[in-house]
């Protein structure tokens, strides 16, 4: 993208890029995950069960924002997926196995072919439509899981599940940090790939369905494919991220489906920075922070806090915390 | 036959649920089809109109308190919608998925302000004193107010409709639908009654909101069950038309009803498998998912 733009400018995009603020940007995800992962030498245990729940929602989110920032598909029905994942990681430990790689293949499975079912309907509308059909049919699934009770266990969910192992014959992860270890372990390489996609061929097809879909078309893609393989891809990880919150939470529920699931992972990219990646994972972090963690401190209106947030950030910062800078394409 | 007569009552709950809809997705549908704008606050606007009711329904309502809660619903409706057009406007140039996220910001909060207000109770209301009652009809008996919600719900239907295919109003609403900018280069400002139908829309949303309230009650998360049935009905019925706004309406009403009493175990799916074939089988979305 920046060899079309005027050369001044483009020396300019690559002293920054080569300048301090580069050398950052390249730091500053490898320091995020050694600090996160030395967190439980000095914080309490609930702190480090936050951290993981962010680590956890943070795969969701950063699907999301492939899906939604960098494809220009905006979902509103996130939580399908992720709650997919959810259930199909509980069904595997309560019922076969306590071995957390098992549970996390189960769940981006479940997540990946509930997007392969919603994203065939889905991709074919664009922008309001597409936010539209996605809540929808996420409601749906959310109805499903209410009602098939004998997989589910209906509106009481499944509880008790068993602490994760790594291996079958290892140890049981009780300690709150080994969870952490684990799931962060698993998010930062899914946000690994999720960067690789983006900045790959691929990703340059999805950003250009995102400008300009007609003129892609016209240059001979057809660009149902990628809409609906990058759908598939984000439900992948969503399911991901619902076996890895599930792994830490021990428990699951219709309200992993719900409504708040996706308006909070939507919320976490746009507060982010729509198609940056590492914003939404800051969004994703201030979210279940506010969300789960402050708002008994905050009389339980931590939703409130949240929605003025977002309203100030759609006004003040339409491009999110992670600015402008971010928004040459990778 | 002998279905129809054991399965009237129900049917007779569709319909007034249906229109109940109606009242909410022509609005949901209004603002879509003129602003472009899907307005996810429409649920938190219900919900402020149910909890209306809650406020004002007690002991024995007389008609007069009963249409002050109408007014007032109307108040509100009226300037939520003129607020939320206001706030709006300085994200036009940005499209129209910003103005859908300042609604859902504008939802959650205001969905968070009702449950601190009202607490999460679940609120049941009775209906106005004048309208309680369920006299004998031809051998059945049915809720005078539920009729009520049925008359209203048509003369509501018939007044939109008449509106927006038969005058000159009606005429630039839908001309701004198909085309907005060429409306403007002929010399039409439509910038205030862009404002007049998004307000013309909560309105609606608050007013069902207070009609709703008997059949319906009051509770958190009835937002999101409104609205996601409203954009259902959208969907069903189309965005352009009055006249598919109010068969989708009644066709998910008795979906939701009668498939609750004859299919309990399915009803959910009912609606959005409805939801899927009317998707599927639309003409202009047949066409938009060929050209896709």
């Known amino acids: 993208m920046t060899a079309t733009i005027s050369p001044a400018r483009t020396s300019a995009h690559a002293a920054v890029r080569g300048g301090w603020a580069g050398r950052l940007r390249r730091v500053l995800p490898v320091a995020t995950v050694l600090a996160v992962a030395v967190a439980p030498f000095g914080v309490t245990p609930p702190v480090s069960s936050a951290l993981t729940r962010m680590c956890a929602f943070a795969v969701l989110v950063v699907g999301l924002d492939l899906l939604t920032g960098v494809a220009g598909l905006p ?146 893609y057809a660009t149902f494919w990628p809409k609906y393989l990058v759908f598939c891809i984000a439900g992948v990880l969503a399911g991901v991220g619902g076996s890895l919150w599930v792994a830490q939470a021990q428990f699951v529920s219709p309200g992993s489906l719900n409504f708040e ?12 920075g729509r198609g940056t990646l590492y914003g939404p994972v800051l969004g994703a972090a201030l979210v279940v922070l506010v969300r789960y963690e402050l708002s008994p401190y905050l009389a339980g209106r931590g939703m409130l806090l949240l929605g003025g947030v977002f309203i100030l950030v759609v006004y003040l910062l339409p491009k999110g915390l992670a600015g402008g800078r971010a928004r040459r394409s990778a | 036959m002998q ?56 002991g024995r309502v007389s008609i007069w308190v009963f249409l002050l809660a109408l007014v007032m619903a109307s108040v509100l409706g009226a300037g939520a919608g003129a607020g939320l057009a206001f706030m709006m406007r300085p994200l036009a140039g940005r499209g129209h998925l910003d103005q859908a996220l300042l609604s859902l910001g504008v939802a959650l909060v205001l969905a968070d302000l009702i449950s601190a207000v009202f607490g999460n109770d679940v609120h049941t209301v009775s209906p106005p004193g004048f309208l309680s009652g369920s006299p004998q009809l031809a051998g059945f008996t049915y809720p005078v107010y539920r009729l009520a919600v049925i008359l209203v719900g048509l ?34 400002d439509t910038r205030p009654f862009v404002a007049g139908i998004f307000a013309f829309g909560t309105v609606l949303a608050c007013v069902g909101g207070v009609l709703g309230a008997p059949i319906l009650g009051a509770y958190p998360g009835l937002d999101q069950y409104v609205l996601i049935l409203g954009l259902v009905v959208v969907v069903v019925g189309g965005v352009d038309t009055v006249r598919g706004t109010l068969v989708g309406a009644l066709v998910i009403g ?7 009493s004859l299919l309990p175990r399915y009803a959910s799916f009912l609606v959005f498998a409805t939801m899927v074939v009317g998707l599927l089988l639309r003409p202009g979305n047949r066409m938009r998912v060929a050209a896709s």
């Open chain 1, 261 to 272: 699931v996706s308006a909070l992972a939507l919320m976490a990219v746009v507060i982010g």
């Open chain 2, 155 to 188: 003369v509501l239907a018939l007044v939109v409709y008449l509106v927006v295919e038969r005058t000159r109003l009606g005429a630039l609403a839908r001309a701004t639908v198909i085309d907005a900018p060429m409306v403007r280069a002929m010399g039409v």
């Open chain 2, 254 to 260: 008795q979906v939701e009803v009668l498939g609750v």
């Open chain 1, 75 to 220: 979902s509103l029905g996130q939580a399908a997926p992720f709650g997919a994942g959810a259930y199909a990681a509980a069904i595997v430990a309560t019922r076969l196995s306590p071995v957390a790689p098992l549970q996390l293949v189960a769940g981006a499975a479940a997540g990946g072919l509930l997007a392969a079912v919603i994203g065939w309907l889905a991709v074919r509308l664009r922008g309001i439509n597409f936010l539209m059909i996605t809540l929808a049919l996420a409601e749906l699934v959310h109805a499903l899981a209410n009602q098939w009770s004998s997989l589910t266990g209906g509106s009481n969910g499944l509880v008790g599940l068993p602490f994760i192992r790594i291996a079958p014959a290892g140890p049981p992860l009780v300690a709150t940090g080994y969870v952490l270890w684990y799931v962060l372990a698993v998010s930062a390489a899914c946000v690994a790939v999720v960067v690789v996609v983006s900045r790959s061929a691929f990703g340059r097809t999805l950003r250009g369905i995102r400008d300009n879909e007609g003129r892609m078309r016209a240059l001979g």
């Open chain 2, 3 to 58: 279905w129809l007569t054991d399965n009237f009552i129900t049917i007779l709950d569709g319909v007034a649920f249906g229109l109940l809809l109606f009242t909410i997705a022509i609005g949901l549908s209004l603002i879509l089809g003129v602003l472009d704008v899907l307005n996810l606050a429409h649920g938190a606007l219900y919900l402020a109109g149910a909890y209306l009711a809650v406020q004002f329904f007690t």
